[in-house]
């Protein structure tokens, strides 16, 4: 059974700083693309970043450029969200995905499998 299991969320204040894990198992994922998505109350879920599998190819949504990093290390099946400076507005539960084509897309429905999520929130 696939698995992707986040963790790392909280509850900090604003300017604060968070890091997000997702361990993967079930299957390799060494091959797929990764992302993290995320969704406040009331809203769509939106995209926040990807990293191929390589990690030659990074996107990241313009509200979180140069505020976040992705990361991961393929030999623990672990994809990494650095969050600095957090807002109010990062507030969400934040979902990491695996992508099987690699693309690192910003379209989730290139994603899938999915995790279970994991609440942040910022508080002003």
């Known amino acids: 059974q696939v698995q992707l299991v986040e963790s790392g969320g909280g509850l900090v204040q604003a300017g604060g700083s968070l890091r997000l894990s997702c361990a993967a198992s079930?299957?390799?994922?060494?091959?797929?693309?990764m992302g993290w998505f995320r969704q406040a109350p009331g809203k769509e879920r939106e995209f926040v970043s990807a990293?191929?599998?390589?990690?030659?190819?990074?996107n990241y949504a313009d509200s979180v450029k140069g505020r976040f990093t992705i990361s991961r290390d393929n030999a623990k099946n672990t994809v990494y969200l650095q969050m600095n400076s957090l807002k109010p507005e990062d507030t969400a539960v934040y979902y990491c995905?695996?992508?099987?084509?690699?693309?690192?897309?910003?379209?989730?429905?290139?994603?899938?499998?999915w995790g279970q999520g994991t609440q942040v929130t910022v508080s002003s």
């Open positions: 079930g299957r390799t994922f060494g091959t797929d693309a």
């Open positions: 990293i191929s599998w390589t990690g030659g190819k990074i």
């Open positions: 995905a695996a992508d099987p084509t690699n693309s690192a897309t910003i379209y989730g429905y290139n994603y899938a499998y």
